[in-house]
């Protein structure tokens, strides 16, 4: 725990074609900086030789920071080997495809689980940490950097991939079996049959392969955690920078090795922050949507249910060279407030400097490359002033939440190869699980609730935690989560089940019971059938706009109320939503993939949104302190001025005022409110 | 000829998690089916190691077929090799460019020319088809599967394919001049110089490769039936279903090898069977519209001219995990007698179960995932004892024709490559032979009448059999066809001839005749230039709504009567359709491809509908029984009720009543009407 | 300079598949010919086998155009090696990424650097030179044909690559410097450890790697030209013909190695011509639109800044198979004189016949696929008539201009990597600098005003040449070009910047300057920011209409006038268009890519168009005549008669009458007129 919120930037001098270190340190400091990220880069530098080291270039950044009160996050360098290490071994490249090595020239090219590539990553880690852990501004390492960018396709990779197989499963007969490997004649004689993951169509294949995936980055960012363990002091912490989005990771397990959660959200500025979109919004390597931005805090939190690093965010604008948009003013003060509200207790831009070469010369630095603190930096500087007059008020919220939705990897992994979504022209949408996940989450954000996300392996079943638990799209589900999601509705829960939940069992294979498997009881109604949608179709019973989209479940109801019915001769058979009282609890059934107007109507009957009827363009969030103070942030996401009525007195956290009835935000407006 | 429509679905017992065969084989005599088809997918199931075979497993499955009298399609499973044999033979993989072959996991990945493959392959079929041919439950035999899936790029095959050559023209020389080789200094000094197919961008080198390639799929499929027919009894039958898209497959030439046709008809359902559609209708792996099943239909008739098997069709719906869109009631039993009324001896669907595992587990059967038997079962059924009541007056059908239409196989390869027609964004549409043909055929089904499909090949000149013959996009025809197609107009033929028809030899060379070569003088009109259509252009004197797409040749009448022309400043100096009497008959010139309402107008003034006038959503196609009565069926293809009013007293087969006068159809309804 | 502009069309009588050869001279006689193109596609007729020559075959060829009075420009066939080369030697196939060899079987697939092609290249350059330099018919030679079509990643390409760049830097610390290699750990340790171009990221590397690729284009084809030199007359002139987008070959450097510039503008015909377009014009391998046919003949002229022949150009109508799109009447005669008004001393269609067979079987000659002259065949000859009535008036004009651009191919091709510029759904636009460019040219020709092209090497400051200078997107600049910018303007130059000019030096590092980079105290105003637009805004201060696309620029103005704003609650903050006086001169700065009707607005007020209101329809170009006079090229893009009203009495060139007073055109027309 900090005494405030962290509040910096990635800073690497070593970039900037002239020595502007002390100038930028100031800057910073003025700007009331807390933190800065160094040398996660630069291998090269550090070891600009086989075995040869220059260690010393870092230290006057670490002495100025210091100098300062700017503390240090210290990178290790092993995401960018040196082009001698690949020239010297070029079977550290890795493959995408089985025998197609990714040309160098990036970062991220190699095969981390190469003894090849080990080798010289520990030695160039040792060196560094051993160098640099007793600096007393360094309060933290980062390992690596966004790990998981590649599904590794190399040889070794792919036989130790068979080797789990084997330890698994113990013999072909038992993975003949339990993948059904007799179809279209894939039945094993031996392991050396195994196929290669290019030719592969079998989804009991995908699941393995891609947990397997996942696994090797969770061990590599462990071994290397385990690494500078040796050397770190008590009070620094281990991390690594998360990239959510990317495919061999998963958050939840890599989590486990490392001391907190750092990462890496961007977001679309400008109209990308509009509240309410009255369109389904199309997300990128960026999320685009208000909604969107805190979905990426909620996911962040659920990493390990606890606050979380911001390592990386959008300074001038984030994007590649056809892609600046930089923010509105404003803007970058909300979504600050925005992650704060949601658990960030260190908040980080990416980066100080915009550069001058190389790949990222259009990811703009709060410096334009002029190097003149220009709007960005005032706009930047005027979040650090508010952070340091909050203070360690900000430090250590739990984040409010009225509904909690479980989240799963493997669905959305499954998904990517196997999508049960179409685009409209009829090709396979590869973000199939967002597509089913993500209209339940915007329509809760849209009717003014917060949402809890929780892996499905953090699910314990408590009521008391979550009240109301969303279950779309978990297709990969193993009998004893369904039985405890059907428990946790008796205990008293309301239970809300989306499309494909249940569908498969941990194989993917799909069950052979009435479906929603292991709910229909519970729920009171079962499919047999179900159907893509090629248009949309109105829906009846949850107001004027309600629509389904892209596709139904054929829910026959055996016992259970119908909230809502689809307009049409065929669809109209089957209900859209459905509920029945289960024990204490309940179980809804949406069968159909929400319009945000449907989604948002849903929610209204969920639960009412506790910070009752707002002007469109506000959000009101709400945290408590780490002890026990209620704080609410109010945002209005729009160019209009709006004002709200107060239920209570409140003081300004950031005007330092007590606002007593009517609150009045400008565009793009904040306001923190601490409960009196 | 059978006692009745075959009627049953391909039945994967091996596929299921728990045994449930004499369950299935119950619920299948309930719903009438009187054939399955076995065996064709599992050869890792017959022989799990090289060499060691297990044969029984499919006993128990015949002998509850044969008990319920359920016959039975005994399939050989060389389409899906096992991984052992993958693993022992690399060099058999498929390549899809030159040196680099498929990754094994699919099916169809092979080099089925390969010894290494043939020996095997021809080791398993002997040993099964030994163990069963005698069983009295077997009727037939299906060898490999959907053959012609890829153009195999592997050595052996391009260097039988450099003999080929050699042994057709003798010397390089003289291939040096028929394939225009002085061209972009082609010219060979010797057959070791041929380049691969992966570089060429020569016509007259497609035209050979892709003949040669469709060559390979005959001779391997019969080289299989000719193993077969060493073990089958005589009233045995040997076939293998045929997918009419695969791009290596000459249906007409393979069924030579073959006993009877067999076709893998797939439509999209729910709304893609609405009629009339007002849109061009895009075709995907599955046929969209009414028309676009229909012209399925009358492809698989024109393979031998003769009624086929349907060996596969949608059961709940067929698709990818993202386009599931099971039938609307009513929509099977539509498909089921439009299938019959085209001459269908077989219907069989795709398939009993739906699976669990693979990567089919969303191509749905006819029971669902949990096993029970639901709407989709209901309906089959109801089919079923439709077919049962209907017994042997469906079998033998002669399906009617009011115009027949010429289809060139050559003509649509070399359009693959070389497409005359674009998409609307500029880019090449790749089935622009179906962009040529199928506005034709849509056109004459959407007024009403009944197509005879024949391949250029098969076509006699008979003016008796064929008194309307539509010939658009035969780009490839020799001049003997083209002199044959005159001969059938002056002997009182009405030719209507479309854009692109005779332009080319065939070696693919444009002609020096003036166009349409062979045809112009008898046409009365001739053209030196063409263009394609950016826009569409309006047509004058065929109605409103007349509309000329994609294309207009720049005809110049000589000698013709002008039925139409351009509403346009340049091109109005053309007519759009022509026509002129050519001895006996009359030969027409449709210089554009119709929109579907110019197309409609055409066909109404070429040939009025024996139907007469119908609602819009109503069909009627006709077909001769094996002892000479007439039977119509009369769809509905959509949600409303209709009535139309019968000229004469017919006996309603299904229902089994006598109809006099007006005749109801319910949405999605069907009727079959045996004249009185 | 010849006595007349030289008229004929490429002529392949080897293609054809009869002897034509008197009859197809005779037509072009008829048709005014007085120059054909032959030879240059047929090394494997030239040489049929390895060191076996065949030279004959081209006298005939020879004899019967001198005969008529006809010229021959002779080929050299090195574009186009023959199979039996390829066979021997598959080291020269050409790589797009390294190691993947381009397959052989179209044309240009070789690495024309390898020793093993040049020294077949330069044996059969020899045979035909020497054999055919004496005949009295050959006026020049054209060597090779549209050379730099492929970026060659062929290790010895890559080698010499690495060796250039060591003998530009010396070594690698200097690189490691002058890149920024610091960047994600990319310092060498030693040129071996370069990376090849195919993982490469990293900009500096781009615009070494382009140039690189250019320097070899025009050292070959200087090569070949060094080689025709020791055989050629005086009197005969050495050239290549250019695509001007092909991505190795820098045009201004490749001329100076041969005796005048030869170009191949293809254009879409038809409604591609209709003036004005209302829409941005997508460009494709052809132009697209009147104004970018004047942009395709004004970059001809700035090769050399001299006049220029034209080597190829739509005859029927040039395309792929499915793009054919013949001219409507009038169109070649408009174009043709489109291009003699802009400096074409030569109008040569590609080409005589159509092919009958091979790749190009589509793209229409003079003759049909028939071989009769049709309408394109009479179109061309009314050309050919009225170019020798006009005879030597139209050699050796100076087109006019109002305005000059500057051109920068280095920037154009960094921005193909690292486009600032994305299409609408948010993808990257490879042609941004064409987006950038492309809508100030268009603006000043919409505006009725002539622009002439330079390439930023060529600018020489001259105020009195270039009373208006427009730069836009001249991203790469060295410090002296931006101070001779703004010299230009102090010594009275109108100076119109647009966005990305002088933003980065030439190793494309962003300038730590305040932006724009070296101008913004001249222009005064600067920006730290930009921001893509994903919107269209309304720009206030040029008239209805104007409108800012795609870019902004942060516009802060220190010291000039506001000529435009947005309409926009965050940008409006920022000018679009501002001005200053600068010295004896003028800079205006222009912060965004401008619609059409910005455009055209800005330039009426740079500067009226000397031609005054002219019907939207008309334009009018002006040239100077050899001897002084000066002549006007009014043309109709339209279907609508147009009258005008001519200020100054003219004769009439083509009809030979004087014209006082109105002036009347008919659809698709075009006069010429000498001022009296």
Redesign the interface.
Known sequence: MHERVLFGAAYYN??Q??DRLEQDLDLMAAAKFSVIRVGE?????WE???GRFDLDWLQPVLDGAHARGIAVLLGT?TY?????L??LYPEIAGERK?GQP??????Q?VDFTHPGFRFHAERVIRKIVERYAGHPAVIGFQVDNEPGNELLHNHGVFQRFVDSLRHRYGDVQTLNDE????????????W??????????????DVAWRQFQADQTTEFIGWQADIVREYKRPDQFVTTCISYERPAMADDELIRRLDVTAGNPYYAM??GLLHPQTEPASQ?WTTNGTWALYLSADRMYSSQQRPFLVTETNA??IG???????A??GQWRQAAWALVSRGASMIEYWHWH?????????W?GVL?????P???YQEIARIGAELEAAGSLMTGLTPDSDVTMLYSLPSKWLMQK?????HED?S??RQ?YQGLFDPFYRGAFDAGLQVRILHASQFTGSVQDHPVLVVPGLYLADDELLAQLVAYAEAGGHLVVGPRTGYADR?????????PAGLAAAAGVSY?????L?TDLRVLGFGDGAVATRWID?LQVDDADVLATYDH??FGRWPAVTTRACGDGRITYVGTVPSPALAVALFRWIRPSPAGDLPGSVTVTSATTADGRRLRFVHNWS?DEVSLDLDAQARDVLGDVVVDGKLDLG?WDVRVLLDQ
């Open positions: 070593e970039y074609p002239d880069s630069v291998w090269s530098t600009p030789e086989n360098p960018a080997v040196p082009p001698w690949a020239r089985t990714i040309g160098w020239g990036a970062r090219e993948w059904g490997l007799v179809y279209w004649s894939h039945r094993l004689s031996d050396a049959d195994l196929w290669t993951p290019d030719g592969n169509v079998q989804p009991q294949y400008q109209d990128g001038q604008s590649y060279p056809w892609d600046n948009r930089p509105y003013d915009t550069l001058h070469f190389g790949a990222e010369t259009y703009g334009p490359h002029n190097g003149r220009g709007r960005t196997y999508p049960p979504l179409s009829g396979p949408d199939s194989e993917a294979r799909a069950r052979t019971d009435v479906q047999d059938e179900y159907s893509n090629t054929g001769p065929h160019w565009p």
